[in-house]
């Protein structure tokens, strides 16, 4: 848990931080105060306004201290009235303390005039702030808040493979170096420097020595003007042409010589700038996420599926269940769990308001339904009971109230997730009018040729071309040269769909457990699913209705008394994608025989100091192995790789791009002398 802030607030409702002894802004107008020290002095108005609108892209700021989000919101609030369409803002602002979302919707009430940004803000504000990279979208903007030390968040951004575009503006904003000194030091001016480039400029409301100094050896030409209000000066920077220090990161973050030069694409692998068209190929969660992340960023997208309609596979299901398992301790699988329930949460949340065919966000209860899992969720808690707006611990009483059912079990209870309709929400995702989709075509192949892959049917007629493709159909990715090599393995599930009964009607939320049952939707509950490995008969069976519904009755016993018959039911049967490691796999496509000779010392040596980079098919790339969480991993994987192919910064820390990298199954079983 991150610690955080300690506010306190005047006679006029301002804030004030008790740990620093520090205001987050000017007493007399902070918004002012913003707009002038860190928007006037970068010149923003201006070069927003001189942005190419033919040639559209993204502009990236970065903030020391995101404190009270009054900078997000002037800089949001400014880019919506100069930024050319089509164009993207990236805000990247790093906290250790962050507030809670009551002291953030107080301090921004002072600023009525930003009130429609302020709620939207609000609204998609981490429900659990927890250490890390959060991203929130508003449209052409995007935030990700990294709540960490300063330079320790910032250093997350210096990837191993680091060919985003450079931060063109910095607002250098934490409480003043006279109070808090351990912000403002050499490591965090020399990751500014790193992560700038030739025109980047700076902006700070200190005019203090050791900023002075600190961005003059990050390579700043540095120049003092006047501050404002009362406040004599304040300091502007610039990144002069070939003024950036030598090449080559600090010591201490030199990537690792035997988990990180696979993730440097080589240079003859690098996308080239060009038109910005895509294939997806695969209709369902994953690709229809891919092809609205990227038509949002301004790409021209062929989504390419298969069946006769989207969402014909595995995401077919008439519900589906926004769930994910956290873990108690910072571990990979939990941390990534997390990201992507609340990643995934914020971009539903406007769906199910909009749009009343694609589900309900009514809650999740996880029922304690052994002492095993009981233990479990005490756990979570110690780390997760502050967040109440994410979790809250509940009582078989209380459980039982809130869902309208008679429950034996206590629960933990997320009142932001709920259950969706996946066909509804793949045809939501895909109604972009950058996004064409061309149904009931097999791809069977994908031929390189020249810059553009083409997408070719088992006739080998062209069915689309572009310079970027996108693997996003699950299993039938092994069916490509280019990804056979992945381990991937279908899981059969079947769902049971009851017709709702008296007192199953009235179920208000979902339940989750060993199994799930959702509140009825058009008559009928949706229940599951059964767990088959290596089981591929699609026929819906009896004996796994029978299996459903023994799992109903240990989450409870009370709805078993509907009298359902297993003969009686219908049911659908999808096979998930999953992976070894049950994470997806998401990002660039590997050339696995250059893999293998480029990394084969690591065969004897598990750290052996090759430096060589990956090579990689250029601007190919595969989003799959969602499992049974589809619903959850895809919006977070979608922006991932969207990002990837944009070259944007990441919305997830680098140890959780490494988890999902394509690449490393490969660099596995290497180590462990398999291949």
């Known amino acids: 848990m991150p610690d955080a802030a300690r506010i306190a607030w005047d006679d006029k409702g301002r804030p004030w931080c008790r740990r620093f002894g520090d205001v987050y802004f000017s007493r007399s107008d902070g918004l002012a105060e913003s707009r002038y ?121 210096l990837t191993a493979d680091r060919h985003q575009a450079p ?7 934490g409480f003043a170096p006279a109070r808090n000194p351990d912000m403002w030091s050499p490591a965090l001016f020399a990751l500014i420097g790193r992560l700038s480039a030739d025109g980047t400029t700076a902006a ?79 209709g369902g969660l994953a690709g229809c996420h891919s092809a ?63 749009y009343r065919d694609i589900g309900r966000q009514c809650g999740v209860l996880q029922l304690a339904y052994s002492e095993r899992v009981a233990a479990q969720q005490r756990a979570l808690m110690a780390r997760f009971g502050h967040y109440r707006e994410f979790v809250r611990q509940l009582d078989a009483a209380a459980a039982a109230e809130l869902a309208a059912t008679p429950l034996p079990h206590p629960a933990l209870y997320f009142p932001g997730a709920g259950w969706l309709r996946p066909a509804v929400l793949c045809r939501r995702l895909a109604a972009a009018p950058l996004i064409r989709v061309v149904s009931g075509c097999q791809v069977a192949s994908l031929h390189r040729d020249g810059r553009r892959w083409l997408a070719l049917d088992p006739q080998q007629r062209q069915l689309g071309e572009a310079e970027v493709a996108v693997i996003a159909n699950a299993c039938g990715a092994a069916d490509f040269a280019q990804t056979g090599y992945l381990p991937l393995r279908p899981i059969r599930g079947q769902v049971s769909y009851l017709p709702a009964s008296g007192d199953s009607a009235a179920l208000r939320t979902v339940l989750c457990g060993e199994g799930y049952l959702a509140p009825a939707a058009e008559g009928l509950h949706s229940l599951g699913a059964t767990f088959n490995l290596g089981d591929a008969s699609g026929a ?36 998930r994608c999953a992976t070894p490691d049950y994470l997806p796999i998401v990002g660039p496509v590997p050339q696995p025989a250059a893999f293998v000779e480029a990394y084969a010392a690591l065969r004897s040596n598990a750290r052996a100091a090759v430096t060589a980079p990956g090579r990689y098919w250029p601007g190919l790339y595969v989003n799959v192995g969602h499992g049974s969480r589809g619903l959850c991993y895809t919006p977070l994987s979608a922006e991932l790789l969207a990002g990837l192919i944009n070259a944007e910064y990441p919305p997830l820390a680098p140890p959780l791009q490494r988890a999902l990298h394509p690449a490393r199954f490969i660099i596995r079983d290497l180590i462990r002398n398999k291949i």
């Open 37 to 157: 020290v860190f928007l006037h002095n970068n010149h923003l108005g201006e070069r927003w306004r001189r942005l190419p609108a033919q040639r559209p892209g993204t502009f990236t700021l970065a903030e020391t201290g995101f404190g009270t989000g009054l900078n997000f919101l002037a800089a949001w609030d400014l880019w919506r009235q100069t930024a050319p369409a089509g164009w993207q803002l990236q805000f990247i602002s790093v906290e250790k303390f962050p507030l809670d979302r009551a002291d953030l919707a107080a301090a921004l009430a002072l600023w009525p005039q930003l009130q429609e940004l302020a709620t939207q803000l609000l609204e998609a504000y981490p429900a659990a702030a927890s250490g890390g990279f959060h991203r929130r979208r508003f449209g052409p903007v995007a935030l990700t808040l990294i709540v960490a030390d300063a330079a320790a968040g910032l250093g997350q951004l």
């Open 167 to 173: 931060v063109d503006a910095w607002l250098l904003d």
């Open 540 to 575: 819906v069976r009896s004996r796994d209705h029978r299996a459903n519904l023994d799992t109903l009755a240990n989450l409870s016993p009370a709805l078993c008394g509907a009298g359902w018959q297993p003969g009686q039911l219908e049911g659908r049967v999808g096979f």
């Open 292 to 354: 609205r992340a990227l038509a949002r960023r301004g790409w021209q997208v062929t989504l390419l599926e298969r069946g006769a309609e989207l969402a014909a596979g595995a995401s077919g299901n008439r519900q589906g269940i926004l769930y994910a398992r956290l873990s108690p301790t910072p571990q990979i699988p939990g941390e990534f769990n997390l990201a992507a329930l609340l990643y995934a949460q914020h971009c539903y949340r406007p769906l199910w308001r909009r």
């Open 204 to 282: 700070t409301f200190s005019a203090a020595g050791v900023v002075k100094r600190g961005l003059r050896s990050a390579g700043f030409e540095v120049e003092k003007t006047t501050g404002f209000g009362s406040k004599r000066d304040m300091l502007r920077a610039r990144m002069p042409p070939a003024a950036r220090p030598g090449a080559g990161r600090p010591a201490a973050a030199q990537p690792d010589p035997v988990t990180e030069p696979w993730l440097r694409i080589h240079s003859a692998d690098r996308l080239a700038p060009g038109r910005r068209r895509a294939l997806v190929i695969g």
